[in-house]
């Protein structure tokens, strides 16, 4: 009976130390959050076919470093993203921002204005957390039934607040896949996972040259 309680406890002991080593592996990471709404999520797919996941792939064998964390909420928008963002970057903050999120703010007629200045109140926020974090911002654009004023108003947000806040930026989450309804689900909003394989492609092209 000695024995196995022996046998028990160095058991106990060594999945514990196990535990601390992996989670020693995990803090050792630099991160990656994106702070997006239901495309950044999935939607509709396993979260493993999300782009963030596949980023995390793409990470792992290049043999970077990174832990890819995927801080996407279905219906959000820059609003929420403002009111979340400390939420999202945690004690251990990031070393590189995505900022996903204004699609939502288009499709229900938020002023351009009031999404720009949500934006910049993010990365205010983001950079009080860690000035030297890197940003990236991923541009979205509206479907031209809203009417060619808002659309291209909508669309100069994103330009305007990468140029002043001095972040990158990606124009179109969604260039070559928005639209398209072979990589689209049925709802014609959300991508399927091969068109989330394509948003992969892109944001990682930006993310790659600024690890």
């Known amino acids: 009976m000695k024995w196995l309680v022996f046998g028990l406890l ?4 060594f999945g514990g130390k196990a535990t601390l080593l992996a989670q020693a592996a995990g803090e050792g990471k630099k991160r990656i959050v994106i702070l997006g709404d239901s495309i950044t999520a999935g939607y509709g797919l396993e979260r493993d076919e999300a782009y963030p996941a596949l980023l ?22 820059t609003a929420g993203g403002l009111r979340r963002i400390d939420w999202a970057l945690g ?4 070393d590189v921002l995505v900022i996903a999120l204004g699609g939502n703010d288009g499709l229900r007629g938020v002023s351009p204005e009031q999404t720009e200045k949500n934006l910049v109140g993010i990365i205010a926020k983001a950079r009080a957390k ?31 607040v990468a140029e002043t806040e001095k972040t990158e930026l990606l124009p179109f989450l969604l260039e070559g896949v928005g639209g398209d309804e072979k990589l689209n689900q049925a709802d014609r909003i959300h991508p399927t996972a091969e068109g989330q394989r394509k948003i992969a492609e892109l944001v990682w092209a930006k993310v790659r040259g600024m690890l």
């Open 10 to 13: 160095m058991a106990a002991s």
């Open 56 to 77: 995390q792939k793409k990470a792992d064998a290049e043999g970077l470093a990174y832990e890819v964390v995927n801080a996407g909420v279905s219906g959000d928008t």
């Open 130 to 160: 860690n000035p030297a974090m890197k940003i990236l911002i991923a541009g979205m654009q509206m479907p031209d039934n809203l009417g060619p004023k808002y659309v291209e108003s909508f669309k100069m947000i994103f330009p305007k």
């Open 91 to 94: 004690q251990r903050g990031a």
